[in-house]
């Protein structure tokens, strides 16, 4: 059974870097088939896809945050990572991992981290 | 990339059906039938329910059905029931290949 497990620190100052990281278990993230993306939900508010990324290092961002944002995979750790750099309270949110399986579903999530709490203050 | 647009708010009575919507454009949604949807209960990671517009996956109930007109997408859920209750989120591909969700609607099992 695939799991995902988000962690990293639940407070960070503004303008800093924020960096997430999510574990996969129960299965390799060295598929040709598996996209790995990250999504973020403000208090209150709606999802928001941030980017998702191939493990062979390819990736897609969002056009809003494309040029905050590394997503990278670390295939020897099975672990994928978020860097959300000069953060601002705005980027306060709940964050997610999730898997894309283009094998059977096509641009689609089908498979979510609980997700892991970031709050930006000072 | 602009949200998809959602209904802030749907409401249903037991065993009724209710339907959301989830309009965008011909870049996403009217272009593509990569449309997913996902249920989410307070506290709670989003669940895969809807995939290609109208695909379910395995183990999601045959309540929950997706259909697609132009540019705009909806869920439909039959035979509402208590636990059906929970926000809902539309999910499309945008050409170019990235992802942009809509805003959530909120369902209300009255």
């Known amino acids: 059974q695939l799991q995902l497990q988000e962690s990293g620190p639940g407070l960070v100052k503004p303008s800093e870097t924020l960096a997430l990281t999510c574990i996969v278990s129960?299965?390799?993230?060295?598929?040709?088939?598996?996209?790995w993306g990250w999504i973020r939900q403000p208090p209150g508010k709606g999802l928001e896809w941030i980017g998702s990324?191939?493990?062979?290092?390819?990736?897609y961002y969002t056009p809003s945050l494309k040029s905050r944002v590394t997503i990278s995979a670390d295939t020897s750790k099975n672990q994928l990572s978020l860097k959300l750099y000069s953060v601002t309270a705005a980027d306060t949110a709940l964050y997610f991992c999730?898997?894309?399986?283009?094998?059977?579903?096509?641009?689609?999530?089908?498979?979510w981290g609980q997700g892991t709490v970031v709050t930006v203050s000072s | 990339q602009s949200a998809l647009t959602q209904p802030a708010s749907v409401s249903g009575s037991p065993g009724q059906s209710i339907t959301i919507s989830c309009t965008g454009t011909?870049?996403?949604?009217?272009?593509?039938?990569?449309v997913s949807w996902y249920q989410q209960h307070p506290g709670k990671a989003p669940k895969f329910m809807i995939y290609?517009?109208?695909k379910r996956p395995s183990g999601v109930s045959t309540r929950f059905s997706g259909s697609k007109s132009g540019n705009t997408a909806s869920l439909t859920i039959s035979g509402l029931q208590a636990e059906d209750e929970a926000d809902y989120y539309c999910?499309?591909?945008?050409?170019?290949?990235?992802?942009?969700f809509g805003g959530g609607t909120k369902l209300t099992v009255l």
């Open positions: 999730a898997r894309e399986d283009s094998s059977y579903y096509d641009n689609a999530f089908d498979i």
């Open positions: 129960g299965g390799s993230i060295s598929s040709y088939s598996f996209y």
């Open positions: 990324v191939h493990y062979s290092g390819s990736t």
């Open positions: 011909s870049s996403d949604v009217g272009g593509y039938n990569y």
């Open positions: 290609d517009v109208n």
């Open positions: 999910c499309s591909y945008v050409h170019g290949g990235t992802l942009v």
